[in-house]
């Protein structure tokens, strides 16, 4: 696997080890790190080593490693003791869906019950 890195971009500095973040687990596939800005006791974000701009990005060029993510999702999850009482994931795509840094990325949300509908 080769990282595929994009000058200025927050989450490919964040993999090469470049930006100070609290790295919770990494994989040779995925970076998880605790969010700067919790909305939840546990708020967890899960990136792709490989640069991809947002989920359909992902999606078109390297589908597999959605699975990857997903997967790796859960385990954090777990390690994070979120598994019996349950989370919430999320990925934002583009503007409107809320999206602020351009590198493919999962919330891990939980700790508190969740309310419907989000934002």
Known sequence: ????????????QIVA???PVNVIRETAWTVAFTDIA??????????????????EALVGQD??????LMAEV??????QGLGEDGYRVV???????????????????????MTWPPG
């Not at 859960?74 to 390690?79: G, K, L, S, Y």
């Open 17 to 19: 080890h470049q930006a």
């Open 91 to 113: 990925i934002n795509t583009g503007i409107d869906g809320g999206q602020t840094v351009e590198h493919v990325h999962a919330h891990i949300i939980g700790g508190r019950p």
């Open 38 to 55: 919790p909305v939840a006791p546990t708020h967890v974000l899960v990136v792709t080593k490989d640069h991809h701009n947002n989920l």
């Open 63 to 68: 589908p597999g490693l959605l699975g990857t």
């Open 74 to 79: 859960t385990v954090v999850a777990d390690d």
């Open 1 to 12: 696997m080769t990282h595929i890195s994009v000058d200025g971009c927050l989450f490919c």
